[in-house]
């Protein structure tokens, strides 16, 4: 077996335990398990003494995942996806029932991206569920992007690190949009696609 399928294989394990575990994402480096699996949300808040106003992000493996993580649609939605996803877009949509409450805000919406890292999209294929991804250091520490500079203490609290290639990509974390009202989009945070790549779809960005 390579190298590469037993961390597949030890990483599978651990998500179906409803454990913690650390995973490369198209950005950076993540902590995260099962979204569904409320229990390790709450973990991963206490790993990265992360406050709990700030809800936990999502990421699926493909865009037909999508529907385990909100029921809503919309014409600029589905323009976003064709354009950007897979890739480091998040959208804020309302959360589908039984999402649980660790990864939605008080208002009931979620975070989701696809992602196009073959570790994170396997992962969350293989599992057959949207995967928790935030990034994982402490919170107010710098974000990773190579196994090295993980925090020995938040590698030695989890279950599971995903060491093997292909790493991060490293740069912007992912960037954040809300729907405001049809063709206009809130941006809560510029990361690796930037305004002006959203406002050449077409799309006036409101920001915050």
Not at 9 to 25: H, N, S
Not at 41 to 60: C, E, G, N, Q
Not at 98 to 111: H, I, K, N, W
Not at 154 to 167: A, D, G, M, N, T
Request: contains cysteine; charged residues 25%; negative net charge.
């Amino acid at each position: 077996m390579h190298q590469v399928d037993h961390e597949f294989e030890k990483a599978c394990e651990a998500l179906r335990r409803g454990d913690v575990i650390i995973y490369p994402t198209e950005t950076l480096y993540a902590i995260g398990c099962d979204a569904f699996c409320a229990e390790a949300a709450a973990r991963v808040y206490a790993f990265k003494k992360r406050s709990h106003a700030k809800p936990l992000p999502v990421l699926i493996g493909d865009a037909s995942q999508l529907s385990q993580v909100t029921d809503w649609h919309s014409e600029d939605l589905e323009k976003l996806a064709r354009r950007f996803w897979p890739g480091p877009l998040s959208v804020i949509v309302p959360a589908r029932e039984g999402l649980p409450r660790e990864v939605q805000d008080a208002e009931g919406t979620t975070s989701v991206r696809v992602t196009p890292h073959p570790v994170a999209a396997r992962l969350s294929r293989e599992l057959g569920r949207p995967l928790v991804a935030t990034s994982a250091n402490l919170s107010g520490e710098p974000s990773v992007a190579r196994p090295d500079a993980l925090s020995k203490a938040l590698c030695q609290s989890v279950s599971y690190v995903f060491r093997s290639e292909p790493w991060p990509g490293g740069g912007e974390p992912s960037t954040v949009i809300a729907f405001a009202e049809p063709g206009v989009l809130v941006l809560h945070r510029e990361g690796a696609i930037s305004k002006a790549a959203l406002e050449a779809e077409g799309f006036v960005i409101q920001t915050v």
